[in-house]
């Protein structure tokens, strides 16, 4: 069985700090990891995507996030945040094979202060 | 050119109707799959298909019944719609891991 734990509903950051965004993930078999960003009436766009290559996964707008199978952690982060960056943001876990079935977190709702 | 389109966009309706949303992919996918997404933003997995094949059909109650005629159309057609159904419903497509592209979803409100 596969689940995503996101910490944190909501986070707050000032703009031009950094963004962190936390997600842990359970998987009884090698996971694809991603994470997604929803802006206001819209759908989910992909920001990045972890598929077994490289541990450390560099994305759009500058976001990046790190794989670590120790610590079952998939955090997504940004140097700067912008105030464009305001967004709801999901991490989904599927496994690497079969159905591709995308199991979601909760979600976290970025605000950016400025 | 939109990838994955789905309409209507919005779909204000009484409680007992019957109404169908759908969604077409011109990405060349082999899958599609059906998302719900309530008040909370927590999404949840309907159902799925392959090469219209039905691979994915969670807990849903069977007053949503989901048809895909081709690989590139899957639609949603939903029976006598409870104040419950609403929400905003998300097609997708993938192949393989690549990744799923979303729609921008159809948001169902029941009155």
């Known amino acids: 069985a596969q689940s995503v734990t996101q910490l944190g509903s909501h986070v707050s950051v000032s703009e031009g700090a950094l963004v962190l965004l936390r997600c842990n993930y359970s998987?009884?078999?090698?996971?694809?990891l991603f994470w997604y960003v929803q802006y206001p009436n819209q759908g989910l766009q992909l920001l990045l995507k972890?598929?077994?290559?490289?541990?450390l996964v560099k994305g759009i707008n500058g976001f990046e996030a790190e794989f670590k199978k120790s610590e079952t952690s998939f955090h997504l982060t940004k140097p700067s945040a912008h105030m464009s960056d305001a967004a709801e943001y999901f991490c989904?876990?599927?496994?690497?094979?079969?159905?591709?079935?995308?199991?979601f977190g909760t979600g976290t709702r970025l605000k950016v202060l400025a | 050119d939109t990838a994955v389109s789905q309409t209507p966009k919005y779909l204000v309706t009484q409680m007992g109707n019957d109404k169908s949303i759908k969604c077409e992919q011109n990405?060349?996918?082999?899958?599609m799959y059906w998302y719900k997404q309530d008040s909370k933003k927590f999404l949840k997995i309907m159902f799925s298909?392959?090469?219209?094949?039905?691979?994915i059909n969670e807990t849903v109650p069977n007053r949503f019944s989901p048809k895909s005629p081709d690989k590139a159309h899957l639609n949603l057609h939903i029976n006598s719609l409870e104040l419950g159904d609403s929400a905003v419903y998300f097609c997708?497509?993938?192949?393989?891991?690549?990744?799923?592209?979303f729609g921008s979803g159809t948001r169902l409100t029941v009155v």
């Open positions: 990405l060349g996918h082999d899958t």
């Open positions: 298909y392959n090469n219209k094949e039905l691979i």
């Open positions: 972890y598929t077994s290559a490289a541990t």
């Open positions: 997708a497509s993938s192949s393989a891991g690549d990744g799923y592209t």
């Open positions: 998987s009884s078999v090698p996971p694809y």
């Open positions: 989904a876990v599927s496994p690497t094979s079969g159905t591709y079935k995308y199991i």
